[in-house]
Structures are given as C-alpha cells and as structure tokens.
C-alpha cells in the first residue's frame, strides 16, 4: 500500500504532479486527490516497480539526459547490450512496450502523460520542472543562484536550501551504471561546492556547531576529501576535541591505504599538531591511537592484545597500565568482565565516523562477546554467570546512559555518528540476553529507545537504512517477548513494523528475516508458507543461513499441510544451505537459528506429518531428532527458550508415541522451564499437550498430578 505524505499546500496549478528524489534513496511520488478533494502524495513503493521491466531504468535514463530528453537509438543502446539487442526480434518494439509502461505511471488523474515523444526528433522526453519536479535539477538551479549572488550573506538562504536537498549521492542505488557517472560526477562537485561555501559562511557567522555538522557529514562520509577533512579538523581543534579529531584522521590515513593515495602535508602537519596535543591528555594511549585492553590468553601470558581497526586481526600493544601485568590468579572475575567491557567500548569509539554499516559493527561485537566464555575456566560458575550478565546489561544500556535526555528536534549528524553504533552494540546486547531469561529486561531496554531509533529511521538521510536495520531488529525482539507474554496485538503490531522498517532498510537480510518472524508465529501454516514464498525471490541474496531458515521453515508449514514430497524437499534445500560456521554468517547474530533451532525445526516437520494421519516412522524421526539436542556438540548455547520449546515437544512426541513415562517427565521438564522462563507462550503450549494426554489417559493418576504444575 502506498505510503501517503502530507497534504502540499498552496495553488494547486503550482504544485507538481510528480516528484522524484534521486540524492540519495530513490522515491517516486504522485500528486492524489482524495474523495473530500484534500492534496496529498503518495509514494511508489519498490514492490510496484517489479514486474513492469525496464520502464524504471528508462525514467532514471531520461533523468540523467541533458534537457531530459534523447533519442530513441540513444536510449536503446543505454537500456539493452549490444549482445541482448542481437537475441531481440523487435529492439524498437521493446522500447515502445517499456515507455507505453513509464508513460502510464506518468499519466496524473487522466491527465496527459508526463512522458513526451517527440515526433519530429524521434526523442522521448519527460516534462519540465514544473509538472516532475527532480530534486537534483532543484538543487543545480539554488547552486546557480548562489554563486550569482554579488553578497556573499545573501546567498546563504540559497546555499542552505541548496544543502538541505542533499540526501546522498545521485541514484545511489546505480552505482555501476554508466550512463549515471557523468551527471553523478557533476553534482558530487557542486555539493562539495555548496559544503565548502556553507561551512565558510558559518564560521564568518560563529556558528560553528552548524559548520561542524555539515563538515562532519563530508568527512565521514568521503575521509578523503581534504578540504572538508582540513575544515573539520581545525574546527574541532578549537573544540578541543583531539581524539575525535585524531580519529578522522586516521580514518582518512587508512581510507589513502586502500586506495593507494597520499594525504598532503597540510593534512599531516595538522595531524602533528593535534597528536602533540593529544599526548598531553592521554599518557596511556598507544602510538596507534587506541586504548589498550586484555583478553583472558593475553592476560595469561602477561601481554595485551587489542581488535585491531580492520577487526580481522589481533594487534599486539606494549604500553599497559600497571593492573595487567599482575597474575591471572590476583584478577577478580568483575575486574575481567570490566576490561572486557572496556575492550568493546573503545572499539565502538574506533567505529564512530566509519562509513560501514553498523550490521558488520554488529558482528564484530557478537565475536567479542564470545570472549566472554573464556572466562569460564578461570571462576566457579556462579560468579561467571553473575559478571557476564551484568556485562550485557551495562552494554545493553549503554545508548540509555550516554544519551540520556537526547531529543530528535536536537539531532546533528555528529550525534548521531555516536549514537546508532551504541543502538548497534545494545540491540547485539539484547540478543545475548535472550538467550537466558531476560525477557522483562529486553522489553524495558527496547521499549526506553526504540521510538528515537525509529524517528531516525523515518528522516530520509545518510542514517537512515542503519536506523531502519536496527529498528527491524528491535520490532523483532520486541515480537518475540510478546509472544512469550502471549500478547497478540502486541505480537502482530510488533512483526509488521518490523516488515515496515526492513523494507526502508533495503537489505535482503533483513526483509527476509522479518518475513519469517511474521511467519513463524501465524497459527495457519497455509499462511505461514505464503508469507515464507514471498522471500524465496532473495534466496541468491540473502545469507546461507537465513537461506537455510527460510527453507527449513517452510519445510514444516508444508509438512503441518501434508504437502510430504515438498516439505523433505526443502528440509533437504535447508541442510545444503546451513554453512560449516554458522557463527562467521553475516546475518548469525539476528538470524535466530542456531544448530539447536535447526534440531527443534527438524523435529517439528517429522512431528507435523503425523497430524493427518499417525505414522510410527514420523514419530520416531521425530524423537530422534529432539534427542540430538541433548548431545549435541555443537559447542552453541541453545537458548532457554528454545530449550524449553524443545523439551514441550518431547512431550508431544511422547504422546504421539503413547509412551506415557517420557511424556510425564518431559512434560513436567517443560511446565517448570516456562515458569522459570516466565513464559506465558511454553505455558500454554505445555497446557494444550496436558489436555490431549487426559483425553487419551483420563484415569491416569500420574497425568492428573501434572495439573498442579499447569493449572
């Protein structure tokens, strides 16, 4: 359903009929009028562009074409290789069928199309400004104006418009096209123009914070753009901001690496200057910018090791504070946990101004929780339990602490630079404590932040499709601790805002994982599995885990359909896909599917091919496989809730076998996992199992005593 915007305001001749956003994330919009005759736009979604071929790529041509307009061979050579021209009977006749599709969703309220073919010159063209307004054409003209002005004072209402439309580069999402590089390459010029220009202004005004907000976006986003990076750096000097500034520094050092470029020595003597100043406050940081911190090896031997910036390697430090070279023995478990805490905190710090996305901070930091279990070894059991929690709760909190009283209206990009990589570590955090008993605490962490996550998510800006991830998780986790409070509004409303953010998001990983999550929990597998087919279109996209997910979840909605031959196909589909290290899949922290939930997926889909009509073979399968995970050397902590799921399920299969023994003790098993889970979710379904057991064994007084636990 189109997402409808505000009502425009104004004469209605002056409005545009559509408006199409190109810096940045692509948007479509149309001009509607309701039945109450009230103005609005309404976006075209994604999913409307599917299915109409290439008329989204012509309109994106025509967007780049001088004066909006080219030929038809022109535009056929942009659209089709040469290679496809050859196999096409008809390349003209395709052309034609491509912008009869463009010219219909161009035609407004019965209206003249807003797509023009131009007999005379055997062109196609779209309408002028007035009628399409393209946010890039706007932007151009406010340039052009600006730098016309005789005053320079009096250009900064231009330059500020002019920035304002500045969401991102031109048609980020073509990339590779070429016939999109020279018209991208012109704008990135004039915005570098219209940042200079505005930074300049500001600082001849003193308003340096609104200087350093729009410095700050150039240099994170492009480190190497060294007027921005040179503006910036001296702006935060004056701040004394050393680390920050120290920090983009570096990052813009590495950025050169990699492309095999060279700072100027501008840059490296400002550098200087702030590295001498940053010595001066922080003796204990290494020649590398970083703070040192252990891990339990390093400790052991008496050195440090650091996660090194490009987070695949270890890099070892020799300055430490005093405390690590003590013995292994005189470290008290809080201590430990602390430098661990430590460990993670400065890496987040390292991340901040980084352009990669907070889904790959994520799983650095999901590695460098399992550090954690080091320290197993090293105290008794109930100490380690106690420190790891309260280790995750500090790292869970961390946004609500840092950013206490922080309000949207107040948002700058350095802020939040800061805060979506602690929303990042939270959420990983979150993830963790799922796994044990902390539903209360998830939700009252989740339900603090989520609507500011979520404000970010709606803006259209550079941050936007990480807030859009993150809130997708977050929708998720707070689905899940619904379901377990069995609160299906909450469980509904939860899944579909999660679907909502996942597809700003744009990333395949997430959709698909939102899908299922809606999926999982209908009550009708037919349902289930028309959820589940949507996201078979991803599967060469999406990770090889959630690849297997998707497969082994509809395996079970089709077997719980008696669709056999198709349900074994796709678990058999599901045990390909399922990687050798499932913990080194990108998607491994939110996928949700550990060998332990492949086990309880497993057991299900032979469990359910034995509701329409019993099966001994099914059954048994069905046993055997619950049974794995009891032995499982996986090495994977099965989460508690998926423990108990699994436990409820012995009981059925019990049932289903008439085995009375093993359904009493697994049944009981069950009924105290849910309430030491505080599951209302395992409690009822441990309850709907008792039921079937006193039709079956009515007098049986060993079923009876079960009540007492249930009921």
Request: contains cysteine; glycine residues 2%.
């Amino acid at each position: 359903m189109p997402l409808m915007e505000q009502t425009p305001t104004g004469n209605e001749s002056l409005l545009p009929r559509v408006r199409l956003s190109t810096l940045g994330h692509f948007r479509f919009e149309r001009l509607v009028r309701h039945h109450d005759q009230e103005l609005s736009y309404s976006l075209m979604s994604n999913a409307e562009w599917q299915g109409k071929g290439k008329a989204l790529t012509l309109l994106k041509v025509l967007l780049c074409q001088h004066n909006r307009r080219a030929t038809r061979d022109k535009l056929i050579d942009l659209l089709w290789s040469e290679e496809e021209q050859h196999e096409m009977k008809d390349i003209r006749a395709a052309l034609k069928t491509t912008a009869v599709v463009v010219r219909d969703v161009l035609r407004i309220d019965s209206e003249e199309s807003l797509l023009i073919s131009l007999l005379s010159s055997d062109e196609l063209m779209l309408a002028e400004q007035q009628q399409v307004w393209v946010d890039a054409d706007a932007f151009e003209t406010l340039v052009h104006q600006a730098v016309r002005m005789t005053q320079r004072q009096d250009a900064l209402p231009l330059w500020e418009q002019a920035y304002a439309l500045t969401q991102g580069e031109f048609l980020e999402d073509e990339p590779y096209s070429e016939w999109a590089t020279s018209r991208r390459e012109a704008l990135h010029g004039k915005m570098g123009q219209c940042v200079h220009a505005l930074a300049d202004l500001y600082v001849a005004q003193q308003r340096l914070d609104l200087a350093q907000d729009i410095l700050w976006d150039v240099a994170t986003a492009t480190p190497i753009d060294e007027d921005a990076l040179c503006r910036l750096l001296a702006l935060l000097e004056q701040q004394e901001r050393y680390h920050a500034a120290w920090q983009l520094y570096t990052n813009a050092k590495q950025e050169c690496v990699e492309e095999e470029r060279h700072l100027t020595p501008r840059v490296h003597a400002l550098a200087k200057r702030l590295r001498a100043k940053l010595i001066t406050i922080e003796p204990y940081t290494t020649t590398n910018g970083v703070i040192p911190v252990p891990s339990a090896s390093a400790i052991s031997d008496h050195s440090t090791t650091i996660f090194a910036v490009d987070t695949h390697t270890i890099l070892p430090l020799s300055v430490l504070p005093d405390v690590l070279a003590q013995e292994m023995t005189s470290i008290d478990c809080a201590v430990w946990f602390g430098f661990k805490q430590a460990q993670i905190l400065a890496f987040i710090h390292q991340w901040i101004g980084r352009r990669t996305s907070c889904h790959e901070l994520q799983s650095v930091i999901h590695r460098m929780i399992d550090t954690f279990d080091e320290a197993k070894v090293l105290f008794d059991e109930d100490t380690f339990k106690l420190s790891r929690r309260q280790a995750l709760v500090a790292l869970a909190v961390q946004p609500l602490a840092l950013f206490v009283g922080f309000r949207w209206e107040q948002q700058s990009s350095y802020m939040l630079e800061e805060l979506l990589p602690h929303y990042a570590a939270s959420i990983t955090a979150c993830w963790r404590l799922l796994q044990g008993r902390e539903l209360s605490l998830v939700n009252d962490i989740l339900i603090s932040y989520l609507p500011t996550l979520t404000q970010v998510a709606h803006q259209p800006s550079k941050y936007q499709k990480t807030a859009a991830m993150l809130a997708t998780q977050g929708y998720r986790l707070h689905g899940i601790i619904a379901l377990h409070r069995n609160n299906i509004n909450a469980v509904a409303s939860s899944f579909q805002k999660a679907l909502y953010y996942s597809e700003i998001a744009e990333h395949p990983n997430f959709y698909v994982s939102a899908l299922i999550s809606l999926g999982y929990h209908k009550p009708n597998p037919i349902q289930s599995a028309d959820i589940y087919e949507k996201g078979l279109i991803h599967v060469n996209k999406i990770s090889p885990l959630l690849c297997s997910r998707l497969y082994v979840e509809l395996a079970v909605a089709y077997a719980q359909q008696n669709r056999r031959q198709e349900a074994l196909q796709h678990l058999m589909l599901a045990q390909e896909a399922y990687p050798e290290s499932a913990e080194r899949d990108p998607s491994f922290v939110y996928a949700e599917f550990s060998p332990s939930s492949m086990i309880l997926e497993e057991g299900l889909l032979h469990l359910g091919l034995t509701h329409h009509e019993f099966n001994e073979h099914d059954a048994q399968r069905a046993w055997k496989t619950f049974e794995r995970v009891e032995t499982s050397q996986s090495g994977f902590i099965t989460p508690e809730r998926i423990r108990v799921e699994i436990i409820n399920y012995q009981a059925k299969t019990a049932l289903t076998l008439r085995n009375l023994e093993s359904f009493c003790l697994y049944l009981e098993r069950g009924a105290r996992g849910a309430k030491a889970l505080e599951s209302e979710k395992r409690r009822q379904e441990a309850i709907a199992i008792y039921k079937e057991a006193r039709m079956i064994w009515p007098e049986e007084p060993r079923v009876k005593e079960l009540a007492d636990l249930l009921l």
